[in-house]
């Protein structure tokens, strides 16, 4: 089965350079890949939605935390559903680190996007100064998962120091953490959940990331913002 490439373009691109990138991205997919989710600003969503025309899905990258409301310069779940997005990343890392987002603040988010009936990718992942304790630091952040309703969550792997660095975690990194993952959801909610490994993943090593039995697909910032580079990674994961 295809393995989904989600791409998150961060803080970049202006609407122009969102529609050439689109249409560039489909000129070289052709027919046939729609294995791929692209999380723009919240201001391209409606731009990428139109311009993909059907293929692929469109992704917010954060979420307000509540429904309305008198909260500046935010954006709520319903208003996401809108303009067209399909789902919603929660918990990045740098929400986590730069906005100071806690636990309970991403279970509020979760709830409210779930709500909104969007997909939810929910990012985990240890700083370096955690890695020694990585089992009790992804437990935790998994635990806002407690009370929800699985089916419509992907969970997103991504060790904050390999993010934008050009540092990639090892196999066995990315195997001991996606197992610690697969098996508390099995312990805790007798289920399966898919896992997306993010951290520096470009074409080049998207095979040997993919080829990992637990690996459902990747989560990608940098080289996501290259249409040529977004569409060997879609083709690798077919
Ligand atoms: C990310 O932003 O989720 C990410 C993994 O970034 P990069 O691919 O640039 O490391």
């Known amino acids: 089965m295809a393995k989904l490439v989600a791409g998150n373009f961060k803080m970049n691109k202006t609407k122009k350079e969102a529609e050439d990138y689109c249409a560039e991205l489909l000129t070289l997919l052709g027919k046939g890949y729609n294995n791929f989710l692209i999380c723009p600003p919240y201001t391209l969503i409606e731009c990428v939605k139109r311009s993909l025309n059907g293929r692929g899905a469109v992704g917010a990258q954060n979420v307000a935390l509540a429904e309305s409301g008198a909260y500046t310069g935010?954006?709520?779940?319903?208003?996401?559903?809108?303009?067209g997005a399909d789902s919603c990343l929660i918990g990045h890392s740098e929400r986590r680190h730069i906005y100071g987002e806690t636990n309970d603040d991403i279970a509020k988010k979760l709830n409210l996007v779930q709500k909104e009936g969007l997909k939810t990718i929910l990012c985990v992942g240890e700083t370096l100064e955690e890695h020694r304790r990585l089992k009790s630091v992804l437990e935790s952040q998994l635990s806002v998962l407690n009370d929800k309703d699985l089916t419509n969550i992907i969970v997103a792997y991504e060790p904050v120091w390999a993010i934008g660095t050009g540092k990639v975690a090892t196999s066995?990194?990315?195997?001991?953490?996606?197992?610690?993952?697969?098996?508390y959801v099995k312990d805790k909610f007798n289920s399966e959940i898919s896992i997306l490994y993010g951290g520096s993943v470009k074409p080049e090593n998207i095979s040997e990331i993919l080829a990992l039995g637990v690996v459902d697909g990747v989560l990608v910032g940098g080289a996501s913002l290259d249409a040529k580079k977004m569409a060997q990674m879609i083709k690798s994961a077919k």
Do not use: F
Request: hydrophobic content about 45%; proline content about 0%; aromatic content about 0%.
């Open 172 to 183: 066995d990194d990315i195997i001991k953490a996606h197992t610690i993952i697969k098996k």
């Open 74 to 83: 935010e954006i709520s779940a319903k208003m996401l559903k809108d303009v």
